[in-house]
């Protein structure tokens, strides 16, 4: 009888939830939600569905002993993608090799494999494209400029003004071919991915058509840039790679890996 | 009701004038200089600031940094009130959640006005990214907001204006919507043990990663620490105790004499000593790895960055480590000092010392800059001061909080009955028609 009553104890308890079992069980509800959406990949690659061959992944190489500083691929860059003159996508800077010889350095973004920027932006409004271009969605942007700080390269530039004239280098150095950004929006350097996607809906080559290719190749007067797909052995990009023994990329040591290389300064005899 | 607050009078050439109103015009005028900045903002947009491509968070994230920072009494005392159910602490806590909700209010309002696209405010809400921090530190903003509005509006419907007033009897209305406000906040504070812990939980989560949003960016070596989360979580808690100390003594020990006793007010001068002197602890150590660890060639550029730029120079030993540590002992034994005019100048420092914490995290990594050039990279040094109008807006912010707080210690009771149920339906005289 003792023992019938207990059971019913038992049961009456196990039907009852304890305020510490419902606290655990609560707990680990969340928690099992919230690992599964940590250890999900991030969402941030998008636009496969424009992209149905896929295959391609764009990379630049810039030979820095052919760069005369001449900053072209600057101005063909604010023209071509509607820039006022206070944005540059692509900076130009002078540097030092470690005896001491001054060298040009064209910066633009290094479309790295792990962009900071991505990780960081609150609202996905910049992501990775599945050729691996990392591009940006001005009607998401906040304009909080995280991702200009989490950048490790200073190559995101921020519509401070409202744009309201073409940049001066129109049209010496091209045609504005985008509609111009609103203020507030985060831009950066996106491979002039308008003119891939428009060339390869052509059966055009990126890299060698030069209607495809991004502007300051086009425009560089030395051939110090090359592009071109990566996934190709054939493309110009993988070509000067093979005749080139050390290609660098900057700041390795924050393992951005980006797609743009650089071939370093050769050492001058005498 | 209202006669037990007394309100402090300005004694001037033997006169006595009322300094509430003269405080309150002088805040209003503040405010209005603040609006000027606002809408010149929002009209022009940022180009009005002083911030650039290479100094991208000013002024504004520095006050946004720092008023939540000291808001973060809210949650250390809201665990101790609602969920350990210390009797004591209960009056304090109740301004504790009101220091919280003006904190995070300020914050959410200065954020505002630093967005690129401030009519975008509510992306983060719809588009998420739950890999960015900053998505992280919205959300858990966003819902300790409503948090801390749940535990506020029981200590605001405390007020006579909302259950035995006389004007609630001229309109049925009122009486109805007053009665059904009081019946929420019964509710509400019935809910006060799991408001705590979920308040806990976001708190905790969005103060660390307040830090975090700096301490993972590796591209910026001087923000590159693990240590920023922990601190920015101790500094808070010590700086907002600080703040807590600080208005317990305006608002319970000048206005309301009697009604918190000096002990729970030595407590709470304890919790922050302590708190403040773990966190110079942990302080000095990161200091000291820091310093440790630098032989490889990057580590070693970005420590003498940390010696001579920021944050380790002579502000950093006297702003953040003596500020907190002298006053950290003060603090920890108040008893024997027992003088609160001692006792709250010595808790204004560790308030300086989380707010130069804060302005020296966002601007040092943003000030000096390691070059790109992949050979022989150096520091350069980037230059940023605000301009006139980002004081306006964080002179207007600041004196949204003060006016708010000096209204609510002047008429809000902070008696924490919650017992007002005798002033329903059965207490309340019929309407008088000839008033």
């Known amino acids: 009888m003792s023992e019938q009553n207990n059971k019913s104890d038992a049961t009456q308890q196990k039907g009852k939830l304890s305020r510490r079992d419902f606290l655990l069980l609560g707990g680990t509800a969340l928690g099992t939600v919230a690992l599964r959406q940590a250890a999900k990949s991030p969402k941030t690659t998008r636009g496969a569905e424009d992209h149905p061959e896929g295959g391609h992944l764009w990379g630049m190489v810039i030979d820095i002993d052919l760069c005369i500083g001449c900053n072209y691929c600057t101005y063909a860059c604010q023209a071509v993608n509607n820039l006022s003159d206070d944005m540059k996508y692509n900076i130009v800077s002078v540097e030092t090799t470690e005896i001491g010889d001054e060298f040009f350095l064209s910066r633009p973004c290094m479309q790295c494999a792990h962009p900071p920027c991505v990780h960081v932006c609150p609202v996905e409004a910049t992501y990775i494209r599945p050729d691996g271009i990392v591009a940006m969605d001005y009607d998401l942007c906040i304009g909080c400029r995280y991702c200009m700080i989490a950048c490790p390269y200073d190559v995101r530039v921020f519509n401070w003004y409202e744009h309201t004239e073409d940049s001066p280098r129109v049209p010496e150095f091209g045609t504005p071919e985008l509609p111009p950004r609103p203020r507030g929006v985060m831009e950066k350097c996106h491979f002039c991915s308008h003119r891939i996607d428009f060339g390869l809906e052509r059966g055009l080559v990126p890299g060698v058509d030069a209607a495809a290719t991004p502007a300051c190749i086009v425009a560089c007067p030395t051939g110090s840039r090359v592009f071109g797909d990566l996934n190709d052995p054939n493309s110009p990009a993988n070509q000067k790679l093979a005749v080139s023994d050390n290609p660098i990329r900057l700041r390795n040591d924050l393992s951005t890996e980006p797609r743009v290389l650089y071939i370093p300064p050769r050492i001058k005899e005498g | ?435």
């Not at chain 2, 808001?71 to 101790?80: K, N, P, Y």
């Not at chain 2, 209010?105 to 983060?124: E, I, K, N, Y």
């Open chain 2, 1 to 435: 009701m209202e006669t037990d607050i007394r309100v402090p009078k300005l004694r001037l050439a033997g006169k006595e004038y009322p300094l509430f109103p003269i405080w309150i015009l002088f805040l209003i005028a503040a405010f209005g200089i603040g609006l000027h900045g606002m809408v010149t903002v929002l009209t022009k947009g940022l180009s009005v600031t002083g911030l650039s491509n290479q100094v991208a968070w000013g002024l504004w994230i520095a006050i946004d940094l720092s008023s939540i920072a000291l808001g973060g009494s809210a949650f250390v005392f809201g665990v101790i009130v609602y969920l350990f159910k210390i009797e004591r602490f209960k009056r304090v806590g109740m301004l504790a959640v009101l220091l919280g909700f003006l904190g995070y209010s300020t914050a959410g309002m200065v954020l505002l006005f630093d967005l690129g696209q401030p009519l975008r405010f509510w992306h983060p809400v719809v588009y998420w990214q739950p890999h960015s921090l900053l998505w992280e530190i919205t959300m858990c903003v966003v819902l300790y907001l409503s948090v801390l509005l749940a535990e506020l509006l029981p200590i605001v419907l405390e007020h006579p204006l909302f259950h035995s007033h006389p004007i609630l009897d001229k309109s049925k209305f009122l009486r109805g919507f007053t009665n059904f406000l009081q019946k929420l906040s019964a509710w509400l504070h019935k809910t006060g043990p799991f408001l705590a812990v979920i308040g806990l939980t976001l708190s905790l989560l969005h103060q660390a990663s307040l830090g975090a949003t700096y301490g993972v960016l590796a591209g910026r070596g001087l923000w590159f620490s693990q240590t920023a989360p922990v601190i920015f979580v101790l500094s808070a808690v010590a700086g907002g105790t600080c703040l807590l100390f600080l208005t317990s003594i305006i608002v319970f020990r000048v206005m309301r004499p009697g009604l918190v006793s000096d002990s729970v007010l030595y407590d709470i001068a304890r919790i922050a000593g302590y708190v403040a002197l773990l966190c110079i602890y942990i302080r000095v150590w990161d200091w000291a790895v820091t310093n440790y660890y630098s032989f490889d060639r990057e580590i070693a550029l970005q420590t003498e960055l940390l010696n001579t730029v920021a944050p380790y120079t002579t502000s950093f030993w006297i702003g953040q480590v003596l500020f907190a540590a002298i006053p950290g002992f003060a603090l920890v034994s108040a008893k024997r000092i027992k003088r609160f005019r001692i006792l709250a100048f010595f808790a204004i420092l560790p308030l300086i010392c989380t707010i130069l914490t804060r302005w020296n995290y966002n601007l040092s990594g943003l000030i000096a800059q390691i070059t790109y050039d992949p050979f022989t990279p150096t520091v350069i040094q980037n230059s940023y001061s605000p301009t006139v109008t980002e004081w306006q807006v964080g002179m207007g912010v600041i004196s949204y909080w003060l006016i708010t707080f000096s209204l609510a210690a002047r008429f809000l009771p902070f008696k924490g009955d919650h017992h007002h149920k005798e002033h329903h339906e059965p207490d309340v005289p019929e309407p008088v028609t000839a008033d």
